[in-house]
């Protein structure tokens, strides 16, 4: 009798020892379930859709990264020094590369200016070309989106005969994705004139 008695306790050990492991091997399986399924909703909200000249495809957004002034300030420069300085053998690529670092409606009004401006056709018919120097460039990092203005020359050469005129825009700056063309993922937007009389403000 008591030999069964021992049999039956060492059974009921066993047997609750292999429910625990059950139990305990269900919860972690659940666990490992509901982590997966955490895991792929966050994969699904990280997917985001980039309108290309190919069409719209899928792609994975990115952290949020930290702009630097610095990104900012060169990508303005690069603009300046593309969109507003050339002559008639790099004219269309000059501005083809501009354009890459604007949005839509700032890039489509500053062509409207050139085709009214009769800009192409001055290069080839005069022999005219342009340069440009970029005074200042002053951004509000604080801002949202980013904001800023700049201030440069242009000068137009015709022969030896050269005259300068002022540039002064504000803009705002906001990310979008690398590219070649546009290596600091940076974009200019709501592109707009403003007066800059670079006598005026080197007296300041």
Known sequence: ??????????????????????IL????????????????????????YVVTDLGTLPAIRQQ????????????????????????????QEQVEAGLHLIDKEGGQRILHDFTRGEVYQNYVRLGTQTSVVVDSVLI???????????F????IYLGEKKREFPIGVRF???????????PYGLLL??????????????AH
């Open 1 to 22: 009798m008591a030999s069964s008695l021992k049999d039956f306790d060492s059974s009921f050990e066993v047997l609750k020892k292999i429910t625990i492991g059950t």
């Open 25 to 48: 091997l269900s919860f972690l399986l659940i666990l490992l379930l509901c982590t997966y399924v955490v895991l792929q909703e966050r994969k699904k909200s990280e997917r985001v």
């Open 64 to 91: 949020e990264r930290e702009i630097s002034v610095y990104e900012v300030r060169n990508q303005i420069k690069t603009f300046l020094h593309t969109m507003f300085a050339h002559h008639a053998a790099n004219y």
């Open 140 to 150: 509000d990092m604080k801002a949202r989106p980013i904001a800023g203005q700049a």
């Open 152 to 155: 440069a020359r242009q000068t």
């Open 172 to 182: 705002e700056v906001i990310e979008t994705y690398r590219s070649e063309q546009n």
């Open 189 to 202: 937007q709501k592109f707009d004139y403003i007066l800059y009389e670079p006598k005026v403000a080197a």
